[in-house]
């Protein structure tokens, strides 16, 4: 069976603003007219330098008459300027007007001939102004919820790039704001589409594992420097993915199986865990840098309740020995109130404290 291509792999999709059909209608109707009555104005305001084959004078349905048969270029002849004033206003004026009309009329296809030039043109200035931004392959409910929690934190739509082989997945997307890339992650050449290469981070979230660890073998190739967030369903391919190149992985079924059953055993505490992954509302698990006036001192003595101490690539309880003094080069992860993310002009966004 000879597979048909698929024109859409690798595709872009960016956002922009939509314009019902009906709209796009009736604003080219409106032109149409004002550039109609425009030229009928113009002849009858002149009416005097026109003849009339039929009496000899050119009334105010005369002009209208006229301007129909000019503008659709049909033109009967049995009205026509006959001064040297009323031939140069049809040279400089009525037939510039004539031409506007034609363009209105064909609007449609000049659309469609200008379109493709116009989204490349969108598109090579989006990839050059595109840096330090995060990668999110597979929008489903993985990959949303990853998407709503980073915009919960202050991160603007215009940072994300959202990749699916699901083309109408990504038109829904593009409606909503994100910019998107239809294809498979696993192909390099669709995650140099979404810029990967001067990504900060990339979040996998598709719906197999296999393709998880494809994926991210495929991303730490490009660039090296990349922080790398997978999820997987089975606990088992986990070290897998650790060993392909992922800096985090998440067992989604796994971690919701122990909600569960933390939820059976301690329903109070199951109530906590689930406020704490709730991005934008309750508590709020936050990671942070120790700042000066921090430094040296005791994890318990911060304003924030903190849980961990992140020290280089080690992970140290708040009660550890180790972690006794604070360091500034230290990181901390904080049970904090959610505070709402601060609107951003132009839809862009910080970056600070995003939630685990």
């Not at 024109?7 to 956002?15: A, I, R």
């Not at 080219?28 to 003849?51: Q, S």
């Not at 690539?313 to 709402?340: C, K, M, N, S």
């Amino acid at each position: 069976m000879v597979r048909t291509p698929d024109t859409t792999e690798g595709h872009v999709l960016l956002p922009r603003p939509t314009v019902g059909p009906l709209r796009q209608v009736l604003r080219r109707v409106l032109a149409a007219l004002a550039v109609l009555w425009l030229t009928v104005l113009l002849v009858f305001l002149d009416r005097d330098e026109y003849t009339d084959s039929t009496d000899g004078r050119v009334s105010f349905l005369d002009a209208v008459y006229y301007t129909t048969v000019t503008l659709s270029t049909t033109g009967y002849g049995d009205i026509a300027p006959v001064s040297d004033s009323a031939r140069l206003i049809n040279v400089l004026l009525v037939t510039p007007l004539r031409v506007t009309f034609l363009i209105i009329l064909v609007g449609t296809t000049l659309e469609v001939l200008t379109q493709r030039t116009r989204e490349q043109w969108r598109q090579t200035r989006w990839r050059s102004a595109l840096r330090d931004h995060t990668v999110i392959v597979g929008f489903g409910t993985k990959g949303r919820s990853a998407a709503q929690t980073l915009l919960s934190t202050g991160v603007g739509r215009d940072r994300l790039v959202l990749i699916d082989t699901n083309h109408r997945v990504i038109e829904a997307a593009a409606e909503e704001g994100y910019a998107g890339v239809v294809g498979d992650a696993t192909r390099s050449e669709v995650l140099q589409r979404a810029q990967v290469g001067r990504a900060r981070q990339i979040v996998v979230a598709p719906q197999r594992d296999d393709t998880a660890v494809l994926v991210t073998l495929t991303a730490r190739q490009l660039n090296r420097r990349l922080n790398i967030v997978a999820a997987v369903r089975e606990e088992e391919n986990a070290p897998l993915l650790r060993q392909s190149g992922a800096d985090t992985v998440i067992t989604s079924a796994s971690a919701a199986g122990r909600l569960l059953g933390l939820s059976m055993v301690s329903p109070h505490a199951g109530s906590v865990m689930e406020d704490l992954i709730q991005q934008g509302t309750g508590l709020s698990l936050t990671e942070r840098p120790v700042t000066k006036a921090e430094a040296g001192r005791s994890p318990r003595e911060l304003p924030d309740l903190v849980v961990t101490v992140v020290r280089g690539h080690r992970l140290l309880g708040y009660d550890d020995p180790e972690a006794a003094r604070l360091e500034l080069t230290d990181r901390v992860v904080v049970i904090q109130r959610a505070q709402p993310a601060p609107e951003s002009p132009g839809g862009g966004g910080g970056r600070n404290g995003a939630k685990r």
